[in-house]
């Protein structure tokens, strides 16, 4: 099974931007509390996981030095585990806790149905 996890081109360049500007990243697919489900970008390590979140990928982006950590919540992934999803980016502002907030654009992920 391939990784449940992939980027977009575009989200793939805004992570190395900002990689550039805050160092190490990692994401957390929100839960839909504060600002739906998106995922949201953190420097690593700043936003605790703990036993009720599941590493899905660490995540490979040319560019950046390290892998990008990808987590989510253990119930929620017993949701979406049979979809694949995909980082992309789009204009707007999402979350001001994602570090892309004050770049006018936002993350969001795309799903489609595993095969």
Do not use: N
Not at 3 to 11: E, G, I, Q
Not at 47 to 70: M, N, Q
Not at 82 to 97: C, I, Y
């Amino acid at each position: 099974m391939s990784d449940p996890v992939s980027v977009t081109p575009a989200a793939a360049e805004l992570i190395r931007s900002l990689r550039g500007q805050h160092g190490p990243l990692m994401f957390h697919q929100s839960g839909g509390c504060c600002d739906g489900s998106a995922p949201m970008c953190y420097p690593a390590g700043e936003f605790r996981t703990g036993s009720s979140d599941v590493l899905l990928a660490a995540l490979r982006i040319e560019g950046v030095a390290e892998p990008v950590e990808f987590w989510m919540s253990a119930a929620q992934w017993e949701l979406w585990k049979h979809t694949r999803l995909t980082v992309d980016v789009v204009p707007g502002r999402g979350s001001g806790f994602s570090l892309e907030a004050p770049e006018g654009v936002r993350f969001l992920i795309r799903s489609t149905l595993a095969t």
